[in-house]
């Protein structure tokens, strides 16, 4: 009997555990995966391109792609294209001719000698950087020797009208003479103004100038400070009047060394009232800080040449144009957040960037302080595809990124930060492949067959007669 119940126990365990070890579980919908084989493909090789001020642009692309490792490097770069433009319009050069002009600088030099050739070197510059819609007047301003007469109009000569013609205008400028004893800036300031046409063109007007204004229109008292003061007021009204018109003003005073400036320029003998150069030049074309209208210089002969041909030039000239205050933030999908690693590759601008993907917005931010005209920065990342992701993402064609906005300000208009923004992005899918038999020698050539029922059924049977067998040969029951 203790052998019957023995058998039956055994056959009740080989039967549990036989079922057991036969059958395992199936899953379904899984989410995500470790083993499947896929291989990361470019669908659409869009360049996000965002255009910035009138020439530049941000540009996001795709630079590479390493199939091996499932991996992308993706690419932003800005680049300020703006150009200094050449003023175009009409210009006008006011030179004094006064006599004082000729006087001599340095060895067989005069102030004429430099000043003219300093004024012909500009016009060359000017006219070669813009031949077709810059041109240029001339006027001079000085007085007749004799002053009995009130000074008039007649003190300003048009030397040429408005031109693109550098052989005639370097000629033109290069036969002026300083042959007048005074000095009325009124005079060649208002011929310039009338002469200027009403086009709505752009104005420019330079002043050469040696000396200070000791006459006026309507005034030619050489004595009174009360007089010269009248003469100062209505120079410098001539000033504000042309600024208030939007004419671009540039004046440059030389042959006053800094020693004579709180010297005498004028004493009333009448009233004994003294005023000194520095008074006269402040009451007429301000200060360099704080010039009466556009920019002054207040040079020494020594300092001609440089100011007229390089830093009037320049002036004219626009600087090239910088965009200040950049921020570009590259806003990505949740599914590349949380499928894809990103990385930062090195010798990018990394130093003003998020170190890592903001998760509250799913973006990076990217800061430039100042870019100069004719530069560019760059930025890569790569997106590297997860050994765990959502398998619902296969197949799906995947945005690389939601959107890419760009703020900046831009010097024409300081005050008004800019915001441009592109939607365009490169476009990738995750795609699963068959690269054939697996031929690691570890690993069954032909997977393991599925188990369940029916295995577990041939087995209990097998087990069922070898227990019959044995029981037969050992008489455990009556056969």
């Not at 100062?232 to 600024?243: E, G, S």
């Not at 210089?297 to 390089?310: L, P």
């Not at 800019?418 to 690993?443: A, L, Y």
Request: some cysteine.
């Amino acid at each position: 009997m203790k052998k019957r119940i023995t058998l039956v126990i055994f056959l009740l365990i080989v039967l549990i555990s036989t079922t057991s070890f036969a059958t395992t579980s199936t899953t379904t919908g899984a989410t995500s995966s470790t083993s499947a084989k896929v291989r990361l493909q470019i669908v659409e090789d869009n360049v996000c391109t965002i255009h910035i001020s009138d020439n530049s642009t941000l540009e996001k692309k795709i630079i590479s792609a390493d199939i091996d490792k499932n991996q992308i490097t993706m690419q932003m770069e800005i680049a300020n294209n703006e150009e200094a433009i050449a003023p175009n319009g009409e210009l006008m050069l006011v030179i004094d001719s006064s006599s004082s002009m000729n006087e001599e600088v340095s060895t067989g030099v005069t102030r004429k000698d430099l000043v003219l050739e300093s004024a012909n070197t500009l016009v060359e510059n000017l006219l070669t950087a813009n031949p077709d819609t810059l041109k240029i007047g001339v006027v001079t301003f000085s007085s007749s020797t004799d002053k009995e007469e009130m000074a008039t109009e007649a003190d300003a000569q048009l030397v040429s009208d408005f031109s693109n013609d550098i052989a005639d205008l370097t000629s033109k400028i290069s036969a002026i003479e300083g042959v007048g004893n005074y000095t009325d800036l009124e005079a060649g300031l208002d011929l310039a103004h009338k002469t200027f046409t009403d086009d709505d063109s752009n104005k420019f007007l330079i002043v050469l100038t040696d000396g200070l204004p000791n006459l006026g229109l309507g005034i030619n008292d050489l004595l009174s400070v009360e007089k010269l003061r009248n003469i100062m007021d209505q120079a410098k009204q001539q000033f504000l009047d042309m600024d208030a018109e939007n004419i671009n003003i540039i004046s440059v005073l030389t042959g006053i060394p800094e020693i004579s400036l709180d010297k005498t320029f004028r004493e009333d003998f009448t009233t004994h009232e003294v005023i000194t150069y520095r008074e006269v030049i402040e009451g007429v074309f301000g200060t360099e800080e704080t010039p009466t209208a556009g920019k002054f210089y207040n040079i020494q002969d020594t300092e001609i040449e440089e100011t007229i041909t390089e830093s009037v030039y320049q002036d004219l000239i626009p600087v090239p144009k910088s965009l200040t205050n950049i921020t570009v933030t590259d806003y990505f999908p949740q599914y590349i957040v949380d499928n894809f690693d990103f990385a930062y590759v090195e010798g990018t601008d990394l130093d003003n960037v998020s170190t890592e993907i903001d998760k509250d917005t799913n973006s990076i931010t990217w800061t430039i302080a100042e870019l100069p005209s004719g530069e560019k920065m760059t930025l890569q990342y790569t997106l590297t595809l997860k050994d765990t992701y959502n398998v619902e993402i296969l197949d799906d064609v995947l945005d690389t990124n939601d959107k890419v906005d760009v703020t900046y300000t831009d010097p024409e208009i300081p005050d008004e930060p800019q915001t441009e923004t592109s939607n365009e992005t490169p476009k990738i899918k995750v795609v699963e492949v068959d690269d054939g038999p697996d031929t690691d020698p570890t690993t069954s050539p032909e997977p393991f067959p599925e188990t369940g029922a029916p295995i577990a059924l041939g087995l209990v049977v097998i087990v069922a007669l070898f227990a019959i067998f044995f029981a037969k040969k050992y008489n455990y029951f009556d056969f």
